[in-house]
């Protein structure tokens, strides 16, 4: 079933395993893409979606789109709280977590060093 409410397992490349719902899944273009069952993957088969990145950057990568899942049908986007996100980020993986972003081909705002980056991957 592909039910939003399923669970998926993400891996890490170092042996860490984290199960979201698909609805988070599916915040990455790249893992909805995996998990798609008309596509014959073996990861939708399975419904494990690997990770080439280190278990700390997966877990953000996965934060940040459960948090993405959460607020993406409130009204105003003022109302979201991207800076109480942003300070949870650890700045030695910021640069990581920009590049697992955008391989997931996910929206990425950022603030490192009172500096604002905003990706859109």
Not at 18 to 47: H, I, P, Q
Not at 78 to 99: A, G, H, K
Not at 107 to 119: C, E, H, K, P, V
Request: hydrophobic residues 40%.
């Amino acid at each position: 079933s592909d039910s939003e409410n399923d669970w998926v397992r993400v891996t890490s490349e170092d042996g860490y395993s984290f199960l979201v719902r698909r609805k988070v899944a599916n915040a990455s273009e790249t893992m909805r893409d995996m998990l798609d069952t008309a596509g014959n993957y073996a990861e939708a088969k399975t419904r494990t979606c690997p990770v080439s990145q280190r278990a700390v950057i997966v877990e953000k990568l996965l934060e940040y789109m459960s948090f993405k899942a959460h607020y993406e049908s409130v009204g105003s986007k003022d109302e979201v709280p991207v800076q109480e996100f942003m300070d949870r980020i650890p700045p030695e993986i910021v640069l990581e977590l920009l590049l697992a972003a955008d391989y997931q081909n996910s929206a990425f705002a950022l603030s490192f060093q009172g500096f604002r980056f905003i990706y859109f991957g």
